[in-house]
């Protein structure tokens, strides 16, 4: 009888020797695992950070890319955990299966692959800003959210619009206010009779006294135009840091206290004229019964 507990052992020994073999592998991996996690969070995280500082990305842009940068730490971590604890076949065949997944998921999500990496364009490039007026495709509006896939614009209508990334990066873009200042045009037309000199004054003049134009770069008066019917004089100004609605209101407001002194001077804003003659307009008079 003593005999048969060490039997008993002996048969059991392959099977504790597995088990202890799958502890140890176990236990192999998660350290593996919590080890690139610790090194994530202590080391490559606070390094990435102050490379976003010197990139100075805003916070929007800040959320994701961490989320991607942890992402492919602790996929490496776990790819090297499974090598270190032995499980090298395993490893080789989720690797096959992922590069046929994703070749599958490329192939049925391209437009949304296409828009993520124009969404890491906007993100390095950063042709735009959260708050920034932009202008693209005859659409206009302020930008309220950039993700990877689709920016998210608020129109003048106060219409929301979902675009694609892809559309803004494929395009022409227009930031007017991309350095904190707009600059704005306007052409005043004069008639050919009125004085120039003083209508450049009258221009000048408003444009100093606008509280809302910056004396810094001053406003600017040019001869542009000398058409049929009128003289272009081309009025160029500058708006600090400026809205959608302080454009407008600025411009309206410049616009009529310009006019308003042109009418004061007696400088007139002349119609558009025109000559319509008939295809007989010259011909010489039709005679009836040999009277002229």
């Given at each position: 009888m003593a005999g048969a507990p060490v039997a008993f052992a002996g048969a059991l020994e392959p099977y504790l020797g597995s088990a202890t073999d799958l502890a140890v592998d176990a236990g192999i991996l998660f350290a593996v695992v919590a080890a690139a996690y610790l090194l994530n969070k202590l080391v490559i995280g606070p390094v990435v950070g102050r490379v976003f500082d010197r990139r100075g990305l805003d916070e929007h842009a800040r959320r994701p890319l961490r989320k991607i940068v942890t992402f492919l730490v602790l996929f490496v971590g776990v790819t090297a955990a499974f090598g270190a604890a032995g499980y090298q076949d395993f490893l080789r065949s989720l690797a096959t299966i992922a590069a046929a997944a994703t070749l599958a998921i490329g192939f049925a999500l391209q437009d949304v692959t296409k828009n993520f990496v124009a969404g890491v364009f906007i993100y390095t490039d950063k042709p735009f800003r959260i708050g920034d007026w932009i202008e693209w495709d005859g659409n206009s509006g302020i930008v309220e959210d950039i993700s990877f896939r689709v920016t998210r614009v608020r129109t003048f209508d106060n219409e929301l619009l979902t675009v694609p990334n892809s559309v803004l990066t494929g395009g022409v873009v227009k930031n007017p206010v991309s350095k904190g200042r707009l600059r704005l045009k306007f052409v005043f037309k004069i008639d050919y009779d009125d004085d120039i000199d003083a209508a450049t004054d009258i221009i000048l003049e408003e444009a100093?006294?606008?509280?809302?134009?910056?004396?810094?770069?001053?406003?600017?008066?040019?001869?542009?135009?000398?058409?049929?019917?009128?003289?272009?004089?081309?009025?160029?100004?500058?708006?600090?840091?400026?809205?959608?609605?302080?454009?407008?209101?600025?411009?309206?407001?410049?616009?009529?206290?310009?006019?308003?002194?042109?009418?004061e001077a007696d400088i007139t804003i002349p119609f558009p004229q025109r000559t319509v003659a008939g295809r007989d307009a010259w011909s010489e008079p039709m005679t009836f019964g040999g009277e002229a």
């Open positions: 100093e006294a606008h509280e809302g134009i910056m004396a810094d770069p001053g406003p600017s008066v040019r001869l542009n135009d000398l058409s049929d019917s009128y003289v272009g004089l081309q009025s160029r100004i500058w708006i600090e840091d400026p809205s959608r609605a302080d454009y407008v209101a600025v411009r309206a407001e410049y616009v009529q206290a310009v006019k308003e002194r042109f009418d």
